[in-house]
Nanobody
């Protein structure tokens, strides 16, 4: 069983940056692809990006490509989401998730991921 805990959220002005962390416990996630999602108020959960087990491959949604970057430190069982040039429409609860596979397969589907964190709130003011 894997427990995922996100941190690093908060209130930031438009144009600012935040770095979110996703720390795993219970067992290592070094063999799992890891995804990031967000859920704006009143909307469905939205795929943002995914990183393969080694960190060698990433895939991003068009809405965040060029602004958001995912990285990982397998020695620390932690995955990061660096968010730059934030916009008010980026306001959401951000979740990390562990895929059952090491490579990137069907990354957009929620069904690809076995474990989810509770999320961290990001609020971007205009």
């Amino acid at each position: 069983q894997v427990q995922l805990v996100e941190s690093g959220g908060g209130l930031v002005q438009a144009g600012g940056s935040l770095r979110l962390s996703c720390a795993a416990s219970g067992r290592t996630i070094s063999a799992n692809a890891m995804g990031w999602f967000r859920q704006p108020p009143g909307k469905e959960r939205e795929f943002l990006g995914v990183i393969s087990w080694s960190g060698g491959n990433t895939y991003y949604a068009d809405s965040v490509k060029g602004r958001f970057t995912i990285s990982r430190d397998n020695a620390e069982d932690t995955v990061y989401l660096q968010m730059n040039s934030l916009k008010p429409e980026d306001t959401a609860v951000y979740h990390c998730a562990a895929s059952r596979r090491g490579g990137i397969y069907y990354p957009v589907s929620l069904m690809t991921y076995d474990y989810w964190g509770q999320g961290t709130q990001v609020t971007v003011s205009s």
